[in-house]
């Protein structure tokens, strides 16, 4: 039927170029964009699906970031535990050194530098902060994903608890030397080894002991302060350090973990007591307590030295390593201090000193080897320095029987201790990095294929678009001619009426 009123051919036309212009428009969309869903008109369903792979690898993306972090933290921390195992190396050689009983050096040397070491060791195990109470020592998480639950999407390294913490304290290297036999006072018990303890605990407390050290005209006191709520043991080692190292005298805890005092130098020592009555002395014992350096070989006087009668001599003779020198002790050396002078000037020369005891009234005497003095003082109006009259002959007592090895065995055998430890740090560590490899290596794999999936369901086919395109572009055409025709049926009805 023709009809002027309704072209349905070109109602037809206009439909299938509306169609077919939809099908360019979107075709083109494709192209320029690179994706098939540009719209969650496009397709809904695989826009949700794509965008769940997308936020998967969004998530992945930084959880490899995460793990590459992680990895340089870890391996920061396994080159300072690298520098702190050759500390340790440096002070195995020094403890070693110090061990052998033919050593003929200044220990107190090798102490000063092994004693540097365990700071440097707290130092650096505090800059890669895997000290107690580090932010590192602690169980160490890194989130990464990839999994349908936190556990599984996070790999930890556990690195908490002292036996991951690498300062000296945690690797029990804090109150170790290499010094020889340390001095301690008769009847001390106090353990200073307590954790967490504090001593001289109350306001304006304080302990003084008072040392005769040969070399040093006056008595040398040393004073720890306390305070109201105490100080801990490296606190009082530090004070007492601070004002003996330069007489080189060393205070130490020894294997007891009492108070101990170390020197190469002929020395006494008087602990006063406290002042204050503060609770938990740094020693226990009877106040003026006194010790002599009995690492040495010594040799007491009498308690109370009194000077000869004027015109008479204390005559000593002093025999050491096959030398043997005289000393005469006359009137004008009244005073300890006077005689101390006049008997070192004789006798330094084969190794033996003279020092004031203790209680600073009387004179002792040390030295590195053996000796014997033979003291005469018949007729001389005063017992002399040995206290008796006539003629004593008196050999000296040997060192202690703490050994002059027992510090340096004690500290190699802290030191083997350790390295063990140390060790168990540094497996922990570099297992912590092999495993963050291995979880960066399967997230980047399911990055790759969760893209892949991704891309499959989002992505433009650039070939089958660019058919589509052309196939699109055809059928506008046709249907514009078409439309034109199906515009062009009405004036057929004009030439029905010409022959009207």
Do not use: C, W
């Not at 050194?97 to 365990?118: C, D, H, K, M, V």
């Not at 000393?327 to 002078?341: E, P």
């Amino acid at each position: 039927m023709i009809s002027l009123q309704t072209n349905v051919d070109s109602i037809n036309a206009q439909n299938n170029l509306n169609i077919n212009n939809q099908l360019q428009s979107k075709t083109i969309q494709q192209l320029t964009s690179g994706y098939r869903i540009n719209s969650s008109a496009d397709d809904a369903a695989g826009l949700a699906v794509a965008n769940g792979y997308r936020d998967d690898i969004a998530e992945l993306t930084q959880g490899v970031n995460n793990a590459h972090a992680a990895i340089s933290q870890l391996q920061i921390i396994d080159g300072g535990l690298s520098n702190i195992s050759t500390i340790l190396d440096r002070m195995k050689t020094l403890a070693t050194e110090s061990a052998s009983s033919t050593f003929t050096g200044n220990r107190a040397t090798l102490n000063q530098e092994y004693q540097s070491l365990i700071g440097e060791i707290t130092r650096q195990a505090s800059n890669v902060n895997l000290n107690s109470g580090g932010s590192f020592n602690t169980s160490l998480s890194t989130y990464i994903g990839g999994a349908n639950s936190a556990a599984n999407a996070t790999v930890s390294v556990d690195l908490s608890g002292t036996q991951n913490a690498v300062d000296a304290t945690s690797l029990g290297l804090v109150n170790t030397n290499v010094l020889g036999a340390g001095v301690g006072f008769s009847g001390n018990t106090q353990s200073l080894n307590g954790a967490g303890a504090t001593f001289l605990v109350g306001a304006g407390s304080s302990q003084t002991f008072t040392f005769n050290i040969y070399g040093q005209a006056n008595a040398i006191t040393a004073t720890v302060n306390g305070s109201a709520t105490g100080i801990t043991q490296s606190a009082a080692l530090l004070s007492l350090n601070n004002q003996l190292n330069q007489y080189g005298i060393t205070a130490s805890i020894g294997n007891n973990g009492t108070l101990q005092f170390f020197s190469d130098t002929a020395f006494t020592v008087k602990d006063n007591g406290t002042a204050g009555a503060p609770s938990n002395p740094l020693t226990n014992d009877a106040a003026n307590t006194t010790t002599d350096n009995s690492s040495l070989y010594t040799l007491d006087g009498a308690a109370t030295y009194a000077a000869p009668a004027v015109g008479k001599t204390d005559t000593l003779t002093i025999t050491a390593g096959g030398q043997t020198v005289t000393v005469g002790i006359g009137n004008s050396d009244g005073t300890v201090a006077q005689a101390v002078a006049a008997i070192n000037q004789q006798t330094a020369g084969i190794g033996v000193y003279a020092v004031a005891n203790g209680a600073g009234t009387g004179i002792s005497f040390m030295s590195g080897s053996s000796f014997s003095i033979s003291d005469n003082n018949s007729g001389a109006a005063a017992t002399g320095v040995f206290g008796t009259t006539g003629t004593s002959n008196q050999s000296s007592a040997a060192p202690s029987a703490t050994t002059t090895t027992a510090n340096p065995d004690a500290a190699i055998a802290a030191i083997n201790n350790a390295i063990q430890q140390l060790g168990l740090v540094q497996g922990r560590v570099g297992a912590g990095e092999n495993t963050l490899n291995y979880a960066v290596n399967l997230a980047n794999s399911q990055v790759a294929n969760f893209s892949t999936t991704e891309s499959n369901i989002r992505d433009a086919n650039v070939a089958q678009d660019a058919a589509d395109l052309t196939k699109s572009q055809v059928l506008v055409q046709t249907s514009i001619a078409a439309l034109a025709q199906a515009n062009a049926e009405p004036q057929n009805v004009l030439k029905l009426l010409q022959n009207l």
